[in-house]
C-alpha cells in the first residue's frame, strides 16, 4: 500500500542518514583524507610499550608522535561546531580548545606533582615541566610557526600582508603576561627567603585571576564591542562538513585519547630524559610543544602559503596570547586549588628567552607586513634559544 510505501522509504532514509552520519566520523580517521592520520599508528605503539614492554623511553617518544593527529582532529571537530555557532561563542571555542593539548598536558602534570607529594624530586620535576611546556608553546608559536609562516609566504610572494589591529591587540596582552613573569622574579630577588617564597606564591594567584579577567575582557572586546575591527577582507562562510552530533563525538573521542597519551607521556618523561640524557628543559620547551602543537603549526604555515597571512597571523600569535593569558594563570589556579606551589617564577633563561621572543616578533610584525628575510631572523631567533635550553643542566 501507498502508507506501507512511505513508511519503508522514511525507515530507509533514517538509516542512510544514520549510515552517512558514521561514515563521516569514520573519515575523520581515514589516512588517505588527512596524511597526518597515518601517525595514528603511533597509539597501538605507545600501548605496547607503556603496557607490555614498559619501555618508557619507546612510550615517551611513540606517545609525542601520537599526540599530533588526535590534537588535529580535536581541532577539526571544534571548527565544525563552532560553524554552527556566532562568531564570538566560535572565537572562544576555538581558543578554548586551540591549546587543548597543551592544557591536558599540564593540568596531568599538576596531578602528577600533587600524588607525588609537594617537595619531593618528582613534584620539582612536574612543576618545572609545566612552567617549561607554557613558555616553550608561546616561543613555539612567535618564533617557529611565525617565521616559518613568513618564509613560506615569502617564497610564494613578495611581500604579504596582515591586519594590524591583530599586532596591536595581540601585542599589548602578550608584553602585559612579560611582565607578569619579570614582577614575581623581582619579588623574589628583593625578599628573599621563606617570606619571598610565600608573597611569590601570593602574586602569582592574584596576576593569574586578573589575567583571566583580562582575556575574557579580550574576548569580548575582538568578538562582540569592537568585532569589525578585527573583520578581514575576502572572508567567506564555510559549510560544515560533519553533523553537529558527529562533531561532538569526534571531540570526546579525541579529547579522552589525548588525554591518555598526555597521561602516559608525563608519567614517563622523567625515565625518557635520563635515559636520552636531555635536560628537562629542553624537552619541555622544544619538545613536548612542537609535537602537541603540530597540527596548528602545519595549518599556519600551509594557509599563509596561498596568502592568507590574516589566518596564519591569527594562528601563530593568538595562539600565544591564549597561552600566555589563558592557559597559565589557568594551571596557576588549578595548582592552587590542591596545593601545588606552581607560580609565574618561571626562571631567568625563561623569562628572558619569552621578553625577546615577544620583542622581536612585535617589531617585525609592527608594520603589518611579512617577507622571508623577516621570518628567517625568527626562526634564527628560535634556534638560539634552543640551544640555550638544550645546554642548560
Known amino acids: 500500500t501507498v502508507r506501507e510505501t512511505s513508511v519503508t522509504l522514511t525507515l530507509q532514509t533514517r538509516s542512510r542518514g544514520v549510515m552517512t552520519e558514521s561514515v563521516s566520523v569514520m573519515k575523520a580517521f581515514d589516512p588517505r583524507e588527512t596524511k597526518l592520520n597515518f601517525l595514528l599508528i ?53 581558543a578554548t580548545f586551540g591549546n587543548a593539548a597543551e592544557m591536558i598536558i599540564a593540568g596531568l602534570a599538576i596531578y602528577a606533582a600533587y600524588s607525588a607529594g609537594i617537595g619531593t624530586e618528582t613534584a620539582d620535576t612536574m ?12 616561543l613555539g608559536n612567535l618564533l617557529l610557526v611565525m617565521g616559518l609562516a613568513f618564509v613560506w609566504g615569502g617564497i610564494h610572494f613578495d611581500e604579504q600582508k596582515f591586519s594590524p589591529n591583530q599586532v596591536s591587540a595581540n601585542s ?38 586578573i589575567l583571566l579577567g583580562l582575556y575574557g575582557l579580550f574576548l569580548f572586546f575582538q568578538f562582540k564591542s569592537h568585532a569589525h575591527l578585527f573583520a578581514t577582507d575576502g572572508s567567506h562562510h564555510e559549510e560544515p562538513e560533519m553533523t553537529y552530533r558527529d562533531a561532538i563525538i569526534l571531540l570526546v573521542v579525541a579529547t579522552i585519547m589525548v588525554s591518555w597519551m598526555a597521561e602516559v607521556l608525563v608519567h614517563s618523561v622523567e625515565d625518557a ?72 617564577e618561571f626562571g631567568t633563561l625563561e623569562t628572558v628567552a619569552v621578553f625577546g621572543a615577544v620583542t622581536i616578533a612585535n617589531i617585525i610584525a609592527s608594520d603589518g607586513k611579512s617577507n622571508w628575510l623577516e621570518g628567517v631572523m625568527l626562526l634564527g631567533m628560535y634556534a638560539i634559544l634552543g640551544a640555550a635550553f638544550l645546554f642548560h643542566p
Open 273 to 344: 630524559a635520563t635515559d636520552v640524557g636531555l635536560p628537562h628543559l629542553f624537552i619541555g620547551v622544544i619538545l613536548i610543544p612542537l609535537f602537541g602543537n603540530a597540527a596548528e603549526h602545519f595549518t599556519a604555515v600551509s594557509v599563509a602559503g596561498k596568502d592568507k597571512m590574516d589566518l596564519s597571523f591569527a594562528i601563530a600569535i593568538g595562539s600565544s596570547t591564549q597561552i600566555a593569558v589563558f592557559v597559565a594563570p589557568l594551571m596557576v589556579l588549578i595548582a592552587w586549588l590542591l596545593g601545588v606551589p606552581l607560580t609565574f
Open 42 to 94: 603511533a597509539v597501538p605503539i605507545t600501548c605496547y610499550f607503556a603496557y607490555f614492554s614498559h619501555d618508557k623511553t619507546g612510550a615517551f617518544f611513540s606517545s609525542m608522535v601520537a599526540i599530533m593527529p588526535l590534537a588535529f582532529l580535536m581541532g577539526r571537530a571544534t571548527e565544525e561546531i563552532a560553524l554552527r555557532t556566532s562568531e564570538s561563542l566560535g572565537g572562544l571555542l576555538n
Open 172 to 209: 599589548s596582552l602578550l608584553f602585559l603576561a612579560v611582565m607578569v613573569l619579570i614582577v614575581p622574579a623581582a619579588f623574589h630577588k628583593t625578599v628573599p627567603g621563606a617570606e619571598g617564597i610565600e608573597g611569590v606564591e601570593n602574586l602569582s594567584h592574584i596576576a593569574a585571576l
Open 127 to 138: 612543576i618545572h615541566l609545566v612552567q617549561a611546556s607554557l613558555i616553550g608553546s608561546i
